[in-house]
């Protein structure tokens, strides 16, 4: 499945929760527990993933087929759903495929008025990090070969 | 609670458009007091017939609005003089909240008077507005800024206080009522050592003055700032007291119009207090409508007002403290309108939306009290803090909400 497919999938899903804020927040909550656990010894400053209200660590490897593989959790069950979701779209991708997208499943869920406009600067920032492990595991990619 | 009073709370709540609104679907739940009330009818009119009516420079223009305006900024400088019983008009200083009287009491007096190894005690329940100033001070001065421990409970002990209570202490800035806790301080014995010991005694009053009868003269305090918007006035506009001899002896906090009596490029000579810590022009319209929210204040009584909060607190804690999971903090004896808690295994931030879902406004986080969470070792709390527009049915629903959620985070 396509990145843009993954995101048309949850736009999907959103849009039979009608808008309602309590059952959307429900939904995240438990997509966030689906969420793999993250190591414990990867849960550590070196991973926190800064301009986020909440704590969220993140952590990206390449798979044997040399697409990212990214590991996250939360403090808070509301952002670790929101990540997930990133997780969910972008995880197992090629770094080129993750660097030459623009998200837009947020904006089509109108997740700003459910997330309010500080936690949407953190959804931000969490994307911004997960291009930032894509380029550097791409750059790796590059000079292993 | 009696008939009566219920009737008057309802009075009230008709008072406050903003109450009557459905938010997410449900009806809106307001229990977000101590970061803003809400504004009544009564404010709001006074701001709209101000810039329709009134609306001119004050103190310079010789034109009928201008003299109009003056009149009703002066008229409030009166009504917050007698809010607070101070001795005189003159030692009302307009200020843009809280934060900026603190500051303003650091910059133009402390940094004036302050010298290197003086000595400043604050508690450790301070709001960053009335921790960080001192900080800019002492690294200005060499001043040392000494912290007052928090009992477990969110009390501090007065021996605690004596022990940092030095012929060093040329300050003491002490909040009133905590905003993350709600617990009153005991200000008036606080300032009454502090003065036996010769230093100058400053309270932060953002939270007591729309919960407290302030009476500076009787607590004999030096200083003391509070803001217009948590006592149902507007944002942007506070007031800072001070004693007249105090206010005199400080240089002016900030240069421009209004403060001045003769500019020359050779010397520039200060207008008397309080306009010589009132540079610019002021937030006319606000300080206003300001007189507006003083006087319904006034209109309710702290009586009504005491006794409605401490219904709203005493059913709070019977509703809410037996939640699977509930943690209060902040438990001391004398406390306000404020329940700050926690819920073991959920998240501050995760309950903050979900009530939100359900049209009920609280605050979470660290409340800008980071020290205090550091002292309690959590990173927030929720908090519900409540005003004399609420009610003890909002209560109620406030709690069934909470433990339908607690109940699904434990499924």
């Known amino acids: ?145 | 609670m009696n008939v009566a009073t219920s009737i008057s709370v309802e009075q009230i709540r008709k008072e406050f458009p903003v109450l009557h609104q459905q938010v997410n679907g449900k009806p809106l739940i307001y229990f977000d007091n101590a970061a803003t009330s809400q504004t009544p009818e009564c404010v709001t009119n006074a701001l709209v017939h101000y810039y329709q009516n009134d609306n001119a420079n004050i103190h310079r223009g010789i034109h009928t609005l201008a003299e109009r305006a003056t009149t009703a900024f002066e008229d409030t400088r009166k009504a917050a003089q007698r809010f607070i019983n101070a001795g005189e008009a003159e030692e009302i200083i307009f200020t843009k909240g809280t934060t900026e009287g603190i500051n303003l009491v650091a910059q133009a007096y402390a940094r004036k008077f302050l010298k290197a190894e003086d000595e400043i005690i604050i508690s450790g329940m301070e709001h960053h507005s009335n921790i960080v100033p001192w900080q800019l001070v002492c690294e200005q001065t060499g001043a040392l800024l000494k912290v007052v421990p928090v009992q477990p409970n969110g009390e501090i002990l007065l021996e605690d206080f004596d022990q940092l209570l030095t012929d060093k202490t040329r300050l003491v800035s002490v909040v009133y009522i905590s905003n993350s806790l709600g617990t009153v301080n005991p200000v008036a014995e606080i300032i009454s050592r502090a003065h036996a010991a010769g230093a100058v005694a400053m309270v932060d009053g953002a939270q007591a003055a729309p919960h407290h009868q302030i009476d500076v003269q009787e607590l004999d305090c030096d200083f003391l700032a509070f803001s217009g918007h948590k006592m149902y006035g507007p944002t942007g506009v506070g007031v800072l007291y001070g004693k007249r001899a105090l206010l005199e002896s400080m240089d002016p906090y900030q240069g421009g119009g209004e403060m001045i009596r003769d500019v020359s490029f050779e010397k520039t000579t200060y207008n008397d207090i309080p306009y010589k810590f009132e540079a610019g022009t002021p937030n006319i319209a606000d300080v206003v409508a300001f007189k507006a929210a003083i006087e319904f204040i006034e209109g309710i009584g702290f009586e009504f007002l005491h006794q409605q909060e401490m219904a709203l607190l005493q059913r709070g804690k019977e509703r809410l403290y037996g939640i699977d999971g509930f943690r209060p903090i902040g438990t001391a004896a004398n406390k306000t309108s404020v329940i700050s808690f926690l819920i073991d295994g959920v998240h501050p931030f995760d309950l903050g939306m979900l009530l939100d879902a359900r049209g009920i406004a609280v605050r979470t986080g660290h409340h800008c009290t980071q020290p205090l969470m550091d002292h309690f070792q959590i990173d927030g709390t929720v908090r519900a803090s409540f005003a004399v527009y609420n009610t003890v049915e909002e209560i109620d629903t406030f709690a069934e909400a909470l433990s339908e959620i607690v109940k699904k985070f434990r499924s």
């Open chain 1, 1 to 145: 499945m396509s990145i843009a497919e993954k995101e048309q999938e949850i736009v999907e899903e959103f849009s039979m929760l009608d808008g309602d804020m309590e059952m959307t927040i429900n939904y995240i909550m438990e997509l966030g527990e689906q969420l793999p656990d993250m190591p414990v010894d990867k849960k550590n400053d070196d991973h926190i993933v800064k301009g986020c209200q909440s704590k969220v660590w993140m952590a990206a490897s390449a798979n044997e087929a040399g697409q990212v593989i990214f590991q996250a959790d939360s403090n808070t069950a509301v952002t670790k759903g929101l990540v997930s979701l990133l997780v969910r779209v972008l995880s197992k991708e090629a770094p080129e495929a993750i660097l030459n997208t623009e998200i837009t499943f947020p904006q089509q869920i109108g997740m700003n008025r459910f997330i309010g406009t500080q936690r949407s600067n953190g959804f931000g920032a969490m994307i911004k990090q997960m291009k930032l492990y894509a380029l550097a595991l791409s750059s790796k990619t590059q000079t292993d070969a």
